[in-house]
């Protein structure tokens, strides 16, 4: 079949479509990517791209159409609305323009903006193609949840244009379980509800590393608490740093953070307020493809969310990169996310925003002996082959994709 995907974010910025659209491509699928100018997360264009192009890219022999998008910058607020909205304007007018063969379905890729979906609607209605809408993030709560915005007529506003988005989505697909009822109270029928949650790429998997290796060299000693991802509102780096002050008189806990985001400043100026350069390292980010290297080296590994409603529906995808590594984990998170961690057994899951909680959470795995902490990573390992392979995702979406296409031609004859 063939499958275009809408997404604002693509290679070379670090999203999990990137893997997906190789999946579908080597399922048979001929695949052909509308996205914008790669500025993610940095805020501007990467290099050898620009507002006027190139427009036409590709990725491993996939075609990669690009509209041009103001690029988010790193303040926040107006610039990041202006770059959201660039994209529904340039892919709701350029989209149809440069990709005028017919496709047979349109997969959407959300981890926000929900706006992504407004151009392929363009595309549904011009070209009669059904949509598959795969929701990452749930919006309006996630604009409140974040701070982003705060004016109950501008989230009424945004509630009204999800509520039309969901009604006209031939399928929407979830993340996590308890997406679906939040989607349902917005107008988004059952019976188009399909649960896919998110892989990992097949690169992330327990490995050794050798003795000259240089991530050996970039990590601290002592026993490694690692976070990877995005530094940002929704990851509670206060619980992260609060914890870390309280574990400060335990020399051999080192807390390693590989990544960038918006509040990586902030949170660079807290550690030397607080004095932590001995034992909080930001390490910067690095390629996707590196992380298992650098898990490999971890004794936890640490995902963080803020508490709020919409954060407990969540299950953050850094979760299956984790399990997939077979390392443990310490999550201080509340809802879906601990309760995916908790049937796992593959680690120590804390409420979201409680520092005490963590910092004792980290202690309990530090004085467990080596061998317990590798039986509970390869409990997760186990648990992500079963519920989360990528190659069996695939499948399940390859499966909705052309029951999504069936029916649609059946209501079309």
């Not at 976070?227 to 929704?234: K, L, T, V």
């Not at 914890?243 to 051999?252: S, V």
């Not at 919409?310 to 998170?333: E, N």
């Not at 004085?367 to 590798?374: A, I, Q, V």
Request: glycine share 8%; with cysteine; net charge neutral.
């Amino acid at each position: 079949m063939r499958v275009l995907i809408v997404t604002q974010y693509f290679w070379p910025e670090p999203f999990r479509i990137n893997d997906v659209a190789h999946g579908l491509r080597d399922l048979g699928h001929e695949v052909t990517v509308l996205t914008g100018m790669p500025n993610y997360p940095e805020g501007r264009f990467f290099d050898g791209y620009g507002f006027f192009g190139p427009a036409r890219d590709s990725y491993d022999g996939i075609p990669v159409v690009r509209v041009p998008i103001l690029p988010r910058g790193a303040s926040g607020g107006l610039r990041l609305a202006l770059n959201y909205l660039s994209f529904v304007i340039m892919g709701s007018l350029l989209g149809p323009l440069r990709l005028r063969q017919k496709f047979d379905a349109i997969l959407v890729y959300e981890p926000s903006p929900v706006t992504v979906m407004l151009p392929a609607l363009v595309m549904r209605w011009l070209r009669r193609t059904p949509v598959l809408f795969w929701v990452q993030d749930l919006w309006p709560e996630s604009l409140s949840a974040t701070g982003m915005v705060r004016s109950r007529w501008v989230l009424s506003v945004v509630e009204r244009m999800v509520r039309f988005i969901y009604r006209h989505s031939d399928r929407i697909l979830i993340q996590s379980q308890a997406f679906r009822e939040p989607i349902e109270q917005l107008d988004g029928a059952a019976k188009k509800i399909v649960f896919l949650p998110n892989s990992a790429e097949a690169f992330y998997r327990p490995i050794e590393l050798e003795a000259e290796a240089l991530e050996r060299r970039l990590m601290p000693e002592g026993f490694r608490v690692v976070f990877a991802g995005n530094i940002g509102a929704a990851q509670s780096f206060e619980t992260i740093i609060d914890a870390a002050t309280l574990l400060r008189d335990q020399p051999g806990i080192q807390w390693i953070v590989l990544g960038d985001g918006r509040m990586r400043e902030w949170a660079a100026r807290e550690v030397e307020a607080r004095g932590l350069q001995g034992s909080v390292h930001f390490l910067g980010r690095f390629a996707p493809e590196t992380m298992p290297r650098f898990f490999a080296l971890a004794d936890v590994l640490l995902v963080t969310l803020r508490r709020d409603p919409i954060f407990a529906r969540t299950v953050p995808g850094k979760l299956q990169s984790y399990l997939a590594c077979g390392k443990p984990i310490v999550a201080a998170l509340d809802g879906e996310g601990a309760r995916v961690l908790a049937e796992a057994e593959a680690g120590l899951a804390c409420p979201a925003d409680d520092p005490r909680a963590l910092a004792d959470a980290i202690v309990a795995l530090y004085n467990m002996p080596d061998s317990e902490r590798k039986r509970i990573g390869d409990r997760g390992r186990a648990y992500f082959e079963t519920q989360f392979e990528r190659g069996m995702l695939l499948s399940r979406l390859n499966r909705c994709i052309h029951e999504t296409v069936k029916e649609n031609d059946q209501c079309a004859s």
